[in-house]
T-cell receptor
Framework: SQTIHQWPATLVQPVGSPLSLECTVE??????LYWYRQAAGRGLQLLFY??????ISSEVPQNLSASRPQDRQFILSSKKLLLSDSGFYLC???????????FGDGTRLSIL | RKEVEQDPGPFNVPEGATVAFNCTYS??????FFWYRQDCRKEPKLLMS???SGNEDGRFTAQLNRASQYISLLIRDSKLSDSATYLC??????????FGAGTTVTVRA
C-alpha cells in the first residue's frame, strides 16, 4: 500500500532563517505531488504541485520554492522565512486523473 | 464566486441525530468529488469519494447534484467521534483539487 512521510512534525524558526521540508511517498510510482499551507482556522491553499521529476507548478507568488529531485520526493524550501510563513504545511500525493489526494501528517511551522 | 463553498457551521447535534450539509461548486465541468474529514491540528483524511449515483459508507451518505452543482454529506446516528471539520474537494483540472474551507460538526452527549 502507498504511504506518505513528511517531516518534521513541528518546527520553530526565527525570521530570516532558511527552511527545508521534505516529503516522500512509498508504494507508487510517478505520483502527482502537492504542497499546501493551511493558516489557523482557514482552508487549504495550494502552493505547488508537480506531475513529474523536475516539473514544478507554482500557484501563488511568495518567498517559497519547491523541488522534486526524485520521483517520490518533494521538497519545500525558503531562503529567508517571513512571519507570514507560519502555518500548517501539508504534502499530498495522488495517482491518475480523477483520484483523490492523500495527505502526510503535516508540519506545523512557527516563525518567531 | 469561490470555486468551492461550504457552510462553515458549526453544526451542534446530539448523539444519535442526523446531520447533513452541502458544498457548492462553480465549475460545471468538474468530474471528481470527495469528502475529507479533518480533526483539530491534524491532516485531512479521505472520508469518501462521491459518485454520480450517490454512495453510502456505513452511517455516511454522499450525493451529487450536477444540475444545482452541489454535493452533500449526511451522517446518521451521530457519534461523539464524528466531531470534526468536513472538507469537500472538487477537481478543477486533471491535477488539481479545490477544497472548501470546511464545515464544523460537533456532536454532544
Amino acid at each position: 500500500s502507498q504511504t506518505i512521510h513528511q517531516w518534521p512534525a513541528t518546527l520553530v524558526q526565527p525570521v530570516g532563517s532558511p527552511l527545508s521540508l521534505e516529503c516522500t511517498v512509498e508504494g507508487t510510482s510517478n505520483p502527482n505531488l502537492y504542497w499546501y499551507r493551511q493558516a489557523a482556522g482557514r482552508g487549504l491553499q495550494l502552493l505547488f504541485y508537480s506531475v513529474g521529476i523536475g516539473q514544478i507548478s507554482s500557484e501563488v507568488p511568495q518567498n517559497l520554492s519547491a523541488s522534486r529531485p526524485q520521483d517520490r520526493q518533494f521538497i519545500l524550501s525558503s531562503k529567508k522565512l517571513l512571519l507570514s510563513d507560519s502555518g500548517f504545511y501539508l504534502c499530498a500525493w495522488s495517482g491518475t486523473r480523477g483520484q483523490p489526494q492523500h495527505f502526510g501528517d503535516g508540519t506545523r511551522l512557527s516563525i518567531l | 464566486r469561490k470555486e468551492v463553498e461550504q457552510d462553515p457551521g458549526p453544526f451542534n447535534v446530539p448523539e444519535g441525530a442526523t446531520v447533513a450539509f452541502n458544498c457548492t461548486y462553480s465549475n460545471s465541468a468538474s468530474q471528481s468529488f470527495f469528502w475529507y474529514r479533518q480533526d483539530c491540528r491534524k491532516e485531512p483524511k479521505l472520508l469518501m469519494s462521491v459518485y454520480s449515483s450517490g454512495n453510502e459508507d456505513g452511517r455516511f451518505t454522499a450525493q451529487l447534484n450536477r444540475a444545482s452543482q452541489y454535493i452533500s454529506l449526511l451522517i446518521r446516528d451521530s457519534k461523539l467521534s464524528d466531531s470534526a471539520t468536513y472538507l469537500c474537494a472538487v477537481n478543477i483540472n486533471d491535477y488539481k483539487l479545490s477544497f472548501g474551507a470546511g464545515t464544523t460538526v460537533t456532536v454532544r452527549a
